[in-house]
């Protein structure tokens, strides 16, 4: 697999005004969303993630996650796919759930920490409860 290989997309057609806010809303969560000429930027392009950018050409909303995006880019597809109420589409072309189940199976790996963070962000998954440690000292 090459780094611009598509894994997953997501569509949907006749996006109206308020699916696009309600996409930028959840994404705003845990990412930084600009709407820019074309659709919308997310995160930071930085040297280990690249800006993720999301096609809004006339009412169509697009989404195409590539290897090099990874998990990240994946975890966003789901947050698209589930506010939008349509499939994530892998690179056989079959319709999967926007879960974490679909994100697992197309990473084909387990989830980073990072990783879950983001889904517990977006809500992709369930927030893990965390132990602290609390002392008083006397």
Known sequence: MTAMQ???TVTNEGTTAEQVEAVVQ???RALCVQKVAGGLAVGVSDGDQPLLTVQAVGEALTFSVRNRHGEI???VAAAIAATLGQPVVDMSGQALPATSATVSQILG???SEE???LAEKLGLILPRIRSA???IKF
Do not use: E, I, T
């Open 115 to 117: 990783g879950k963070d």
């Open 6 to 8: 598509v894994v997953a």
């Open 26 to 28: 959840r994404l705003g």
């Open 133 to 135: 440690v609390n002392s």
């Open 109 to 111: 790996r387990s989830f």
């Open 73 to 75: 880019g994946l975890w």
